[in-house]
């Protein structure tokens, strides 16, 4: 199997290591500084949804949507006729953080992450007019679709523009994706559940955004920290790379990741903690979740290091900042750990 690296070169240097996103703080400037100085390999472009309303992963991505305005209600982010306060404020937030990647990272090249909530999570998370989900109605779906895809093409194109050595990877979360998939939404009442979406409809979807985005240039990329995730509808769509909980992939998720990496798709699997609360495990036992799953799918050691990048488990918005910066450190020594000792 040690062919596959060969067939399919991966977005990132061997040993990778990268954040889900988030971050904790509100302070851009800091954040692009340390990620960019923690994070060598593969920077991302930092979120701080601790800022509020506008700076939550619906909201910014809220902020691409092209001629569909959403606003914050009691129950969530819900379509308006015209663009408001929140939208603004959200612009605001992500206009500061451009800058902010303007400025320390305008004569970077590699690898960088950029991450977007995606058509199923915006479509779960956002709601109509009448108070009802927006995945509930596939006319608004197929609209919210296009708007995405439009909105997302120039937020990459713009992030291009200001870092012109980068090498985008797209990162489109979610983390919606299962209970779209299983129908566990509860309905506007919460007595209720919507219907499941038709599988073929939503692998449509991605497959539409994986293409243009990588004829635009990037990586396409889904990160979903949930359980269960439809590893071979993501393959299908054309992801070439997926983030994973690795404390999350059973050996049920095992043929459908051994088929993903033969494909030459990209791992980024989450080892360390998001939160802390717990000390760090030492970096051999972090990544022991990782070496297993390699060891039973049976592909060769020296691969290891260059299909998989380590993560957190999930976004660190929720971390202090001592912790936050011990993952990433955990995440490089984890790293290390997959190139040097491979098998467990």
């Known amino acids: 199997m040690g062919n596959v690296s060969q067939q399919h070169p991966y977005p990132w240097p061997i040993a990778s290591f990268t954040g889900v996103g988030s971050w904790p703080g509100d302070d851009p400037d800091e954040a692009v500084r340390t990620v960019l100085g923690e994070l060598p390999d593969?920077?991302?472009?930092?979120?701080?949804p601790g800022r509020g309303a506008g700076a939550d992963m619906i909201g910014r991505t809220g902020t691409l949507l092209v001629d569909l305005p959403i606003e914050v209600q009691p129950t969530g982010w819900r379509v308006v006729d015209t663009p408001g306060r929140?939208?603004?404020r959200g612009a605001s937030f992500l206009s500061y953080d451009l800058d902010a990647l303007t400025?320390?990272?305008h004569s970077y090249t590699g690898p960088l992450k950029v991450q977007v909530a995606g058509p199923w999570t915006m479509a779960a998370?956002?709601?109509?007019?009448?108070?009802?989900r927006l995945v509930s109605d596939l006319g608004a779906v197929r609209d919210l679709a296009e708007s995405h895809l439009e909105g997302?093409?120039?937020?990459?194109?713009?992030?291009?523009?200001?870092?012109?050595?980068?090498?985008?990877?797209?990162?489109i979360d979610e983390p919606s994706l299962p209970a779209v998939l299983v129908g566990s939404l509860p309905t506007a009442s919460g007595y209720g559940l919507l219907p499941s979406v038709d599988r073929v409809r939503v692998e449509t979807v991605?497959?539409?955004?994986?293409e243009a985005l990588r004829e635009a240039g990037a990586t396409p990329a889904v990160h979903c920290c949930a359980p269960s995730v439809p590893v071979d509808l993501l393959r299908r769509s054309g992801a070439?790379?997926?983030g994973l909980n690795a404390h999350l992939v059973g050996r049920d998720h095992d043929e459908m990741i051994g088929a993903a990496v033969e494909d030459g798709v990209g791992l980024?699997?989450?080892v360390v903690p998001a939160v802390g609360g717990r000390e760090m495990s030492d970096p051999a036992t972090n990544v022991d979740p990782v070496r297993e799953l390699w060891n039973r799918l049976g592909f060769s050691p020296d691969l290891l290091s260059r299909a998989v990048v380590t993560t957190p488990t999930c976004g660190l918005a929720g971390a202090s900042p001592h912790h936050a910066r011990a993952a990433l450190k955990a995440l490089r020594d984890g790293a290390r750990v997959l190139r040097d000792e491979p098998r467990k």
């Open 268 to 270: 980024m699997l989450g």
């Open 240 to 242: 070439r790379a997926l």
């Open 42 to 48: 593969l920077p991302h472009l930092p979120e701080l």
């Open 206 to 210: 991605l497959r539409n955004l994986f």
């Open 103 to 105: 400025e320390h990272a």
């Open 86 to 88: 929140d939208l603004a």
């Open 152 to 171: 997302v093409l120039a937020h990459l194109a713009n992030v291009r523009a200001r870092v012109p050595g980068a090498e985008l990877v797209a990162q």
């Open 125 to 132: 998370s956002v709601e109509l007019r009448n108070g009802q």
